[in-house]
C-alpha cells in the first residue's frame, strides 16, 4: 500500500508568506508525528496526534507554528509570517498506534526555503 | 548536555570492514531503542529495534548498556549500500519522549 506522502516536496518563500505542509499518513495509522530536520542536525519534534485525543504541541517553536489533523487522517502544518530561521525539511511520521514503542514511517519531508 | 549524543562522524571505512557507532543517553527512565538509517536527503528508515539482550540482524547488531546508558551499532562485512546516516532513537514511553539522536555519518570506499 501507498506510504505517508507529504506536499509540496519543495517550498520556496519569501520572509514573512504563511506556508501550509501537508501530510498524507498511512492509513489506518492512529498515530501522526510532525518533525523539523535542520541541515545536519537530528530530528526536532513538533507535534504529535493520536486518535481523537487532544494533540502534544509541546515541541512547536513559537506561537506562528499550528498543525491540525482532520478527520483522523491528512495533517496540516502551518507556518505564519515566515522567517529564514524557519528554512529546514518538515518530516511528517505515522505509526499504528503510537506511544513511542513503534516503528515510524516517515514521508519524503517537504523542504521549506524561506528567503 | 543533549538527551541524546552520537559522534557524527564521519566514518570512512573500506568495504568489508567492521564498524562500530555508540549513542549515549541521558534518561535513566528510557524504555524502548532503535537504530535508524537516513540516506543522503531521504527520510529516516527503521534499521532495527535493540532489545536489551542484544539483538542480530544480519550483519547488523545491537547492543544495550542500561548501566552506562549507551547503545551501539555493529555493522559486519561492510557494504558501499551501508553508506548513510545513522540515527540513535531513545524513547521514555510517549510520543514526546521519543528523542533522535544527530546521527552518525557512515561512508563504506570501495
Known sequence: GAGVSQSPSNKVTEKGKDVELRCDPISGHTALYWYRQSLGQGLEFLIYFQGNSAPDKSGLPSDRFSAERTGGSVSTLTIQRTQQEDSAVYLCASSLAGGGYEKLFFGSGTQLSVL | ?110
Open chain 2, 1 to 110: 548536555r543533549k538527551e541524546v549524543e552520537q559522534d557524527p562522524g564521519p566514518f570512512n571505512v573500506p568495504e568489508g570492514a567492521t564498524v562500530a557507532f555508540n549513542c549515549t543517553y541521558s534518561n535513566s527512565a528510557s524504555q524502548s531503542f532503535f537504530w535508524y538509517r537516513q540516506d543522503c536527503r531521504k527520510e529516516p528508515k527503521l534499521l532495527m529495534s535493540v532489545y536489551s539482550s542484544g539483538n542480530e540482524d544480519g550483519r547488523f547488531t545491537a547492543q544495550l548498556n542500561r548501566a552506562s546508558q549507551y547503545i551501539s551499532l555493529l555493522i559486519r562485512d561492510s557494504k558501499l549500500s551501508d553508506s548513510a546516516t545513522y540515527l540513535c532513537v531513545v524513547s521514555s514511553g510517549s510520543a514526546r519522549q521519543l528523542t533522535f539522536g544527530s546521527g552518525t555519518q557512515l561512508t563504506v570506499l570501495p
